[in-house]
Antibody, heavy 118, light 107 residues
């Protein structure tokens, strides 16, 4: 059974940093591209960042470029998102999601809440 | 970036009725469009991919159509568990984008 479990969310002050993790199991992690998608309270879904299966290429939404860094450790089946210079508008539930062979988000974690507030 | 506009924002229907949800792209996405269902407190679930292909485990009452810029998700006869928010999403170009969602509520 495919499982994605996020952790690392919490309350952080504006300008602060936070590192999110996503532990993957039930599939060959090193074969799948992975994304982070977020959802602000009561709002819609927003793509944040993506990484290829090998980790060789990364992609970012303009809203987080230069502040967030996506990475993965295929030996530990773990996806990470290092978040810096956090702003109030980064407050959201952050989901990690697997990309299927056909290119879609076929499995999602349960999400971890990040709250940026003083 | 490609903007996806969903309509209506809210759709109020009764169980057993037919639901038609629309998604319009600001430029062609070919058939690279998916639909996701999200219930309160849950992660999204893939319903339709590549415009018209049902995801694994999705009932046959769900169907998708369209290509280019105009897409439709149809639920032929609503079941109580179908009431949720539905999002369309494109993977034709970076950044990946989602529509703002259509809330399907019980009338």
């Amino acid at each position: 059974e495919v499982q994605l479990v996020e952790s690392g969310g919490g309350l952080v002050q504006p300008g602060g940093s936070l590192r999110l993790s996503c532990a993957a199991s039930g599939f060959t992690f090193s074969s799948s591209a992975m994304h982070w998608v977020r959802q602000a309270p009561g709002k819609g879904l927003e793509y944040v960042s993506a990484i290829t299966n090998s980790g060789g290429s990364t992609f970012y939404a303009n809203s987080v470029k230069g502040r967030f860094t996506i990475s993965r450790d295929n030996s530990k089946n773990t996806l990470s998102l290092q978040m810096g210079s956090l702003r109030a508008e980064d407050t959201a539930v952050y989901y990690c999601a697997r990309i299927s062979v056909s290119g879609w988000y076929d499995y999602w974690g349960q999400g971890t809440l990040v709250t940026v507030s003083s | 970036e490609i903007v996806l506009t969903q309509s209506p924002a809210t759709l109020s229907l009764s169980p057993g009725e037919r639901a038609t949800l629309s998604c319009r792209a600001s430029q062609s996405v070919s058939s690279y469009l998916a639909w996701y269902q999200q219930k309160p407190g849950q992660a999204p679930r893939l319903v339709i991919h590549d415009a018209s292909n049902r995801a694994t485990g999705i009932p046959a009452r769900f169907s998708g159509s369209g290509s280019g810029t105009d897409f439709t998700l149809t639920i032929s006869s609503l079941e109580p568990e179908d009431f949720a928010v539905y999002y369309c999403q494109q993977r034709s170009d970076w950044p990946r984008t989602f529509g703002q969602g259509t809330k399907l509520e019980i009338k």
